[in-house]
C-alpha cells in the first residue's frame, strides 16, 4: 500500500511540476483591480508616513520610516553630498507603472533630511 502512495505522490509532484509557475486570475476584476488596489494602499501608508518625516532627520530615520524608495538619486554638489529618495504618493496614469512624477521626492543633504516635495527638489537642483 505504501508503495501506491509513494508512487501517486511522485506523480502528482512530476505532473504539477510545469504547472507549479502558473498564475490564475479568478473572477470577473482580474488582476489589474488587485494590483490598482495595491498600489492605493501604498500611496495612501507612504501620505501619512511623510507626515512623520522631520527636517534634519537622518537618512536611516527615514528609511525606517518610509522603508524602500521608489527610486533613489545621489550626486556630488560642490562640498555636498545630495541624496532624493522618491516615494509613490499618487497617480498621473493608469499604466500599472511607478513613475517619479508619481512620486514625492524626500531631499536629504550630507545625510539629513533638507526638505520634501517638487519645491524642495527644485531647490536643491539649483543650489
Given at each position: 500500500?505504501?508503495?501506491?502512495?509513494?508512487?501517486?505522490?511522485?506523480?502528482?509532484?512530476?505532473?504539477?511540476?510545469?504547472?507549479?509557475?502558473?498564475?490564475?486570475?479568478?473572477?470577473?476584476?482580474?488582476?489589474?483591480?488587485?494590483?490598482?488596489?495595491?498600489?492605493?494602499?501604498?500611496?495612501?501608508?507612504?501620505?501619512?508616513?511623510?507626515?512623520?518625516?522631520?527636517?534634519?532627520?537622518?537618512?536611516?530615520?527615514?528609511?525606517?520610516?518610509?522603508?524602500?524608495?521608489?527610486f533613489?538619486?545621489?550626486?556630488?554638489?560642490?562640498?555636498?553630498?545630495?541624496q532624493v529618495?522618491?516615494?509613490?504618493t499618487?497617480?498621473?496614469?493608469?499604466?500599472?507603472?511607478?513613475?517619479?512624477?508619481?512620486?514625492?521626492?524626500?531631499?536629504?543633504?550630507?545625510?539629513?533630511?533638507?526638505?520634501?516635495?517638487?519645491?524642495?527638489?527644485?531647490?536643491?537642483?539649483?543650489?
Amino acid at each position: 500500500m505504501n508503495k501506491k502512495v509513494t508512487l501517486a505522490a511522485i506523480l502528482a509532484v512530476t505532473l504539477a511540476g510545469p504547472l507549479s509557475g502558473c498564475v490564475i486570475a479568478v473572477g470577473d476584476k482580474g488582476w489589474d483591480a488587485q494590483s490598482s488596489a495595491d498600489w492605493e494602499k501604498k500611496q495612501d501608508s507612504n501620505r501619512r508616513k511623510l507626515e512623520q518625516i522631520e527636517l534634519g532627520m537622518a537618512l536611516s530615520d527615514v528609511r525606517s520610516i518610509m522603508g524602500t524608495a521608489d527610486f533613489n538619486e545621489l550626486y556630488q554638489q560642490q562640498e555636498d553630498q545630495v541624496q532624493v529618495l522618491y516615494y509613490r504618493t499618487h497617480r498621473t496614469r493608469g499604466d500599472s507603472k511607478t513613475t517619479k512624477d508619481e512620486c514625492t521626492p524626500i531631499v536629504l543633504t550630507n545625510g539629513a533630511v533638507t526638505g520634501w516635495g517638487n519645491t524642495a527638489l527644485e531647490n536643491a537642483v539649483r543650489l
